[in-house]
Structure formats: C-alpha cells, structure tokens
C-alpha cells in the first residue's frame, strides 16, 4: 500500500509539474529567478543607448521640439539549443537555435533577426507530430495544396487524413478552399533548416538583478514542438535561456505625448512590433 501511494505521488508530482511548465512558464520563470538568485545569461550588448540615440537621431527627433527621455534596458527571454538534423541522406547540420518565448518564433538569422511566422500558432494549438506533416507539405508549396496531393504525399489512409485535417482546420492552422488547403496565416515562414544563422558568434555574460521579461511559453513546450516539426532526425544536445537586451529609447512629441522604440542591442536594429509582446 506504501508502494502504491509513493507510486501515486510521484506521478501526480510528475503531471502537475508538467502542467505548471507547460500552462504557467511565467510561474517557472519566478521560480528560477528565485533559485538563482536573479542572476541571468544576456547576450552581449554590442550597442549602448546613447550610440543608438545619436546614430539615428535624425529620424527619432523630427525636429527640435522632440526630446530624448531617459532610456531603459530590458531582457527578452530566448531558448538556446545546439542541435543536429539532417540536411540529406549523406549529410548532417549541427548549429545553434534561438527561440523566443514570447512570441513562440525561431530566429532564422541574427544580422537582421529576422523571424518565422507560424510556429506561435502551432504551439498556442499544441500542433501534434502528425498534424506538422500535412502543415510542412502546405508550406514546401508554397501554402496551398489540393487533397488529392496531400493524400499521395502522406500516403495514409482517407480516414486518417481527414481526422488529421479536420484537427487542423478546428485549431484554425489551415482553412479550406474549394479542394484545396491553405496555412491560415499571413506570409507564413516555417519552411526552413532547424539552425539560426549567427552573424557573430553568440556571448553570453551574466547579469544580476535585471529587467527580465516574463516567458510566454516554456522551453519544454518549444522542445516539443521542435521535435514535432523538424522530423525523427532532429536532435538537441544541449539548451539553456538565455536573455536578449533590448533599449527602449523614448521620445517626448511637442503636444506631451510619449513615442517607444525597441532596439536590439545585439545588432543594433529596430526590432518590429511583432517581435515584442510587451
């Protein structure tokens, strides 16, 4: 009877934990700040505040009525991952992946940080392994396919297909047109190699007692759907978060009102809207 309970404990131990991480990575990121004491690993800040200000000056100050007011520096939290996949049938890639826990977005590159698009919606649906198969044909081509494509590409049986279209089409990651099937997305950017391409090779540095922004999803749950969408061979050897450093210069317009502009200090680029989630 002890056994059992011991048993029982742990797997509810085990559930619970998995649905705090998954529902309330806000929650973990409390705890961990905690633990470590608010100690976190930043990406490197290769552009301070005041360079920013004063190299695009022109363009934040219209004219002499708008003023500088004091910037401020906040962390943005990333998934670090060093990976291996496969490239072809004779040749692996290994690299580096980040990926925002906020907006739930891989970076495809770091000299612009440019972004996908498509895989937050994935993991707000919790996409399954098998519903990333009929949404990475949608993508190779292009984002639309007839059925009867899709059901040569798959080879799977007609009942199982739909099963997994009608998932799709209910988590609204692909709608229906005609006999055909779209990503319901804008521009979607998900058809790419698992590995973020480094402009300079990524330092981290550790800072204490820093603005830190809280996560959206867990490391756990982009994990998952890393392994769901980049297939069998995709492998992680190790991860970590990490931070990047973000100046938020403001401006004071004529009648009062204030304007915020986001400035990766890794690049030194203006980061989109998209790309904040504040």
């Not at 011991?6 to 990575?25: K, R």
């Not at 670090?80 to 906020?102: A, F, H, N, P, Q």
Request: aromatic share 8%; with cysteine.
């Amino acid at each position: 009877m002890k056994l059992f309970i011991l048993f029982a404990t742990a797997v509810g131990a085990a559930i619970g934990g998995w649905w705090v991480t998954t529902h309330h990575p806000d929650l973990v990121n409390k705890i961990e700040n905690f633990i470590n004491k608010g100690e976190l690993h930043t990406l490197e800040i290769r552009f301070g505040a005041q360079e920013l200000m004063e190299a695009h000056k022109r363009e934040l100050l219209k004219d002499k009525r708008h003023e500088y007011l004091k910037p401020a520096l906040k962390f943005y939290p990333y998934l670090l991952m060093e990976v291996k996949y496969c490239l072809s049938d004779r040749l692996t890639g290994e690299g580096v992946i980040l990926w925002d826990l906020r907006d739930g977005e891989m970076v495809i590159q770091t000299k612009d940080w440019e972004k996908t698009h498509g895989f937050g919606d994935c993991l707000s649906s919790h996409a399954t392994k098998e519903e990333f198969k009929i949404l990475n044909i949608l993508a190779r081509k292009g984002g639309t396919v007839d059925r009867e494509s899709l059901s040569k590409t798959l080879r799977t049986e007609n009942e199982i297909l739909d099963s997994l279209i009608d998932s799709c089409r209910r988590k609204n990651l692909i709608v229906q047109a005609g006999n055909s099937y779209r990503l319901h997305l804008q521009r979607p950017k998900f058809n790419i190699l698992p590995e973020t391409r480094l402009d300079k090779k990524l330092v981290t540095q550790p800072v204490k007692r820093a603005a830190r922004l809280s996560t959206r999803y867990s490391p756990q749950h982009i994990i998952h759907v890393a392994h769901a969408a980049f297939g069998n061979h995709f492998s992680i050897r190790k991860k970590s978060i990490v931070y990047l450093p973000v100046h938020s210069i403001v401006v004071k317009n004529p009648d009062g009102s204030i304007h915020t502009s986001h400035w990766n200090a890794l690049n030194g680029k203006l980061l989109e809207p998209s790309h904040l989630m504040e």
